[in-house]
């Protein structure tokens, strides 16, 4: 053992420009998997959030009656699917529309009457928030008699929902098309590595030596070349994230609510090491020592 440990070292020194060469690509792609899984982790969070600001917008015709909105209301509060019913009358829709529009009180000068109708908010249930159910409660509603139409910002979910998807998919692909270059690396440089010293391999092996005591170094080294280019990779996206945190968040406070998952860190080490082993197994399994 403590000759393969010295025989990986020295190489590791000897082949010092290779070495680095290797490692910095092998961050280089680690870093790139990091930073594509910290979004659609972020992403996924934010979608996660959606259900409990989710809500339907339910426009009750002008022509109701108070007992008409009173049984909408509560039609609607006996429905298992709603969490929460919220009634809003013309002036309250008057007053929330001012606030939300600059200058509302300009715009709605010299008009006889409130032009805006009475609505009533509703939330769903958090398992009841996908696109199908959403669609299917809406169109119960519309039948109810008093309700002029419902509104729900159906193409907002279906956007988020490609969002979600798409992100997933991207990251995915990315692990994968990364995951083969990092090996393709070791896969190259033990293969180099292995070439050079062949004159030495062959002395062993003539003395000796076996496969596996001869292959063991490389393998190693393969390793170490892997786990050192996921510490700097995740070096990096650490850098990235405080630089986020700490000063562009300052400029931009959306980015305050970006969450680092540190359990990624220890993960991307184990990773650089498994593909450097992977590309060196591979590499040194189809040479001949």
Same mark, same amino acid.
């Given at each position: 053992?403590?000759?393969?440990?010295?025989?990986?070292?020295?190489?590791?020194?000897?082949?010092?420009?290779?070495?680095?060469?290797?490692?910095?690509?092998?961050?280089?792609?680690?870093?790139?998997?990091?930073?594509?899984?910290?979004? #659609?982790?972020?992403?996924h969070i934010a979608t996660n959030r959606l259900p409990e600001l989710f809500s339907i917008v339910i426009y009750l015709e002008d022509a109701a009656s108070k007992e008409e909105t009173e049984k909408i209301i509560t039609q609607l509060k006996q429905r298992n699917d709603i969490s929460s019913v919220s009634y809003f009358s013309k002036?309250?829709?008057?007053? &929330?529309?001012?606030k939300t529009v600059?200058?509302?009180?300009?715009?709605? &000068?010299?008009?006889?009457?409130?032009?805006?109708?009475s609505y009533v908010e509703i939330?769903?249930?958090?398992?009841?928030?996908?696109?199908?159910?959403?669609?299917?409660?809406? &169109?119960?509603?519309?039948?109810?008699?008093?309700? &002029?139409? #419902?509104?729900?910002g159906e193409k907002i979910a279906e956007t988020i929902n490609f969002l979600r998807k798409s992100f997933q998919g991207i990251g995915i692909f990315l692990f994968?098309?990364?995951? #083969?270059?990092?090996?393709?690396?070791?896969?190259?440089t033990v293969k180099i590595l292995f070439y050079r010293k062949k004159e030495e391999l062959e002395i062993m092996r003539l003395l000796g030596a076996t496969s596996g005591f001869i292959r063991a170094p490389f393998?190693?080294?393969?390793g170490v070349l892997g786990l050192i280019g996921g510490i700097i990779g995740a070096t990096g996206v650490v850098a990235?994230?405080?630089l986020i945190k700490i000063k562009i968040?300052?400029?931009?406070?959306?980015?305050?609510?970006?969450?680092?998952?540190?359990?990624?860190?220890?993960?991307s080490l184990l990773t650089g090491l498994l593909l450097g082993i992977i590309g060196s197994l591979i590499a040194i399994g189809r040479l001949r020592a």
């Open positions: 053992m403590s000759y393969i440990f010295k025989s990986a070292i020295q190489s590791l020194y000897r082949e010092k420009w290779i070495n680095l060469l290797s490692m910095f690509a092998i961050a280089s792609s680690l870093f790139i998997i990091l930073i594509t899984f910290l979004l #659609v982790y972020n992403f002036a309250d829709a008057l007053t &929330e529309f001012k600059k200058g509302a009180g300009a715009i709605l &000068e010299g008009l006889d009457e409130n032009p805006l109708s939330k769903l249930k958090k398992d009841y928030v996908t696109l199908p159910n959403i669609k299917t409660i809406s &169109e119960d509603i519309r039948k109810i008699h008093g309700v &002029e139409d #419902v509104y729900f994968f098309i990364i995951s #083969v270059v990092v090996i393709f690396i070791s896969y190259s393998v190693l080294e393969g990235i994230y405080l968040s300052t400029f931009v406070p959306i980015f305050e609510s970006i969450i680092m998952p540190w359990i990624i860190l220890p993960i």
